[in-house]
């Protein structure tokens, strides 16, 4: 895979609604549920993860999303559910039972799986943005630093930030920041991509710049799973939207029902609010 390709999948499944086989799910979660101490935050999440597509987790603060997005990359250890994720290149799923034991071998092959972009960046402050980028690679991947660093210089350079390989954070905005966070992200060529609020810590001026990179990968085909309040960017980029709120979904669907004509009165409620519609 090229660095700024995503990985392949062989569609699979019953027809969609354009006639066309479904991608077979590159992630299936099943009854999720955790709770920090009385605080119970996600009761029966159930999520498919389609190859190739965008799914947007949307909802106020405090509904659950983030804990959601934790648990698919192994930050979180969920108290009860499934986490189901498919390999297509050997044909052996990683199948994950929170409601028993679950390995510390399987929870890091599950990290292995997806990438996180953090809403506040995370990058190594102490680092230079190449040294934060081939970080993965090297270090967690064991791949060779020359073939890291060259696939680093390709990915900077389509995002714009080739002249900033051996700047440091406190040298760059946030949206640079961010742009950098993407980077390493797509660097350790995962299958998911897991965005976390991405703009949200931007100055207004800042958000197309990164919400047009994670439109580009959504084009050219990568799976992501994006926790957002930017409605109108999910209602163009997403091919589902699910909506959380008090820790349950209360609505899904394809993207322009969801966002255009919700079912749900709390869904409506919300995206009137965010929107100005309706």
Request: aromatic content about 6%.
């Amino acid at each position: 895979m090229s660095p700024t390709s995503p990985p392949s999948g062989a569609p699979s499944g019953e027809p969609g609604r354009d006639g066309r086989p479904q991608p077979k799910p590159v992630l299936s979660v099943r009854n999720l549920a955790k709770a920090f101490g009385s605080n119970v935050v996600l009761r029966d999440i159930d999520l498919d993860v389609r190859r190739g597509n965008v799914v947007a987790l949307i909802g106020p603060s405090g509904s659950g999303k983030t804990t959601v997005l934790r648990s698919l990359n192994g930050l979180e250890t969920p108290d009860a559910g499934t986490v189901t994720f498919a390999d297509t290149a050997t044909g052996k799923d990683l199948a994950l039972n929170f409601s028993a034991k679950v390995a510390k071998k399987d929870i890091s092959d599950l990290r292995d799986r997806s990438a996180m972009v953090f809403q506040h960046y995370n990058l190594f402050p102490h680092m230079t943005v190449l040294q934060n980028v081939i970080e993965g690679p090297v270090q967690v991947q064991k791949r060779k630093r020359a073939e890291a660093v060259a696939e680093a210089e390709k990915l900077l350079a389509r995002v714009g930030m080739a002249e900033k390989r051996d700047a440091y954070p406190f040298e760059l905005s946030g949206g640079q920041q961010q742009r950098v966070g993407i980077v390493r992200a797509l660097a350790l060529k995962p299958q998911l991509l897991l965005f976390d609020e991405p703009t949200s810590a931007l100055d207004p001026e800042l958000v197309g710049d990164v919400l047009g990179v994670i439109q580009e990968l959504a084009e050219e085909g990568w799976t992501m799973v994006i926790v957002t309040h930017e409605l109108a960017f999910a209602r163009q980029v997403a091919d589902e939207v699910i909506f959380m709120d008090g820790g349950v979904v209360v609505e899904r669907g394809p993207a322009a029902e969801v966002l255009r004509a919700p079912r749900q009165e709390r869904t409506r409620q919300f995206v009137r609010r965010l929107l100005h519609e309706f």
